[in-house]
Structures are given as structure tokens and as C-alpha cells.
């Protein structure tokens, strides 16, 4: 089978396809053939040996796949033939892959494998970070930087979904645009974004800040929120990783609260399917419908990562393999 090998720790342009055997499902696995993957920052992390996880290379990346079940275990509750989403963390930018039935999900029929592929690492990454560690309520405020790429968006539709005012932060018009599409109530640039959210806000702020960027923004992120407001540190796409000022977070009872979803479920894997079942309501709804950015061959995988790593994606890039 085709496959991207990273085989050198040099970034984007380490990916290359090669032709390799296909896995040996092991004890208890599902094998999928993937018909598309999605594409993450992690994998442009782990591109230059910068990720928390780090494998030797050669390793095959990609951690989110779509596609069709060709073999699983008599109680795994999956079948031949059965479409399915999946988050394998290694190995999806190959036409075949193994993993654990408990990180493989039913992909409801009337929703596409680019669709599919599209929504693991994103949507349940905010889903644990806005239910689960922010604590959203109906009727709050939300923050959502980063609003245009994968998790911005995500962040931005399930946030709504689950009755929030959402407030998108984008670097450019043409970004914001793609934020009000996905369901943003309003958007605004990054350059001023605080006291543009306190004219929103009547000088209130926001209630929750979803931040996957960090760097310069997070002091002024503080600051836009309210009174017992959250800030969600969900990553560090701006490439660098900010300091709080404790006493910021004293003077007007704010939290500062990680949202580290592969920390939390690796030791209970089960939960994955929780996260996918809270999920299908919105899905079957289209209250969730995934932002879908360029997508591109196997052999283009390099110019993927290279998107993604500066910051000219929209939506979720995704690998077709089929």
C-alpha cells in the first residue's frame, strides 16, 4: 500500500510516499481502509520532532481517518463494509489502517467521509474543552481565536449549538468571512480584537475564550474577560508559548484552565465514544457541519502540512486516498 513516511526530522518536506506493507491488525483491532484523512497541527509538529509525543522515524503520521471497516473482531461491534470515522493518533496517511474499536465511530449515512474525516481531533478536542473543562452554559459569551482554521471553526459551531453568543477572532476580512459562515455571530480582527470586544460586549467581556493560537494575544485575551470567565489554552499555533500574571487571574476571578484532550483519554479511551454519541444530535441536526478547506492528493501531503504550518488554511485540510 502507499503510505507517508516521515523519515527525517526536517518538517513538512520530510513527507514522503512510499510503498510499504499493509498493517497486521493485531489482537482485537479494526483495519479501515481510508478513503481520507484529515490533517492536524500535531502532524506538523511531529514533522520536526517537536510534538510531546515523539516516535523515532521512519513513523507514519496522521491521526484522524474516514473511511470503510475491511476486517474487525466478532465484538467490536463493527462489520465489514461498515463506514466509520476513526482516530488512530499514528498512521492515517496510508490507504490502510489498524486501531482500537474503541476509537473507531459509526459515521452516520448521510454524512460524507470528508465530513468524517474532518471531525475527530477537532470536534472532540472542543467538545472536551467547552463542556467538559470550560463549563459552557446556554446564553454565555464565547471567544473563539484562531476562528477561520479547523478547531476555530469547530469551536465555533458547537459552542452555538449548545446556545452561545460566539465572538470569532481572525486575522484578515476574507478569514472572517469564513467564521460567519460557520456560525459566528460576529467577527473581528486580531490587531484591536480587545476593545473590539468590549464595544460587543458593552464593556462586559466574554464568559469563555477558546484559544488554540496563544503567543501575544493571551495577555489581552485576560482581559476580555468577564467576571468568573475562562480561558480554555487549547494550543500554541502562534508559536509561542505565553506567561500568565497570576495576579491578573486574583484581581477579577478568572481561570486559566488547559484543555489537554489526549492527556484525558488515553487512560480511559471509552471516552471517545461518549464525546462521539454527545455528538451525533448536533451532527444529525447540522447544527455541526464541517468547514472543509483544500484538499489534496497523497503525494501532495508536504504542501498540506506546509498550509497548515503557516497559517493560510481554512476549514480542515484533508488527504484523499481514495
Known sequence: MRAIHISSLDGPKAAQVVETGAPEPGPGQVLIDVHVAGVSFPDVLLSRGEYQIK???PFVPGAEV???VRSAPADSSFAPGDRVAAFPAFGGFAEQVAT???LVFPLPDGLSFEAGAALPMNYLTVHFGLVRRGRLRAGETVLVHGAAGGVGTAGIQLARALGARVLAV???PEKGEVAKEAGAHEAVLAEGFRQSVAD??????????LDPVGGDRFTDSLRSLATEGR???VGF???EIPTVKVNRLLLNNIDVVGVSWGGFWMPRPEYLREQWNDLLPHLASGALDPVLGAQYPLESTPDALRDLDE???TGKILIRLR
Do not use: K
Not at 458593552?202 to 475564550?209: A, F, M
Open 237 to 239: 499555533t502562534g508559536r
Open 200 to 209: 460587543l460586549t458593552d464593556g462586559r467581556g466574554v464568559d469563555l475564550v
Open 231 to 233: 480561558l480554555l489554552v
Open 170 to 172: 481572525v486575522s484578515t
Open 100 to 102: 482500537d474499536p474503541r
Open 55 to 57: 516516535p523515532e522515524p
Open 66 to 68: 474516514a473511511g470503510v
Open 311 to 313: 497559517r493560510r488554511a
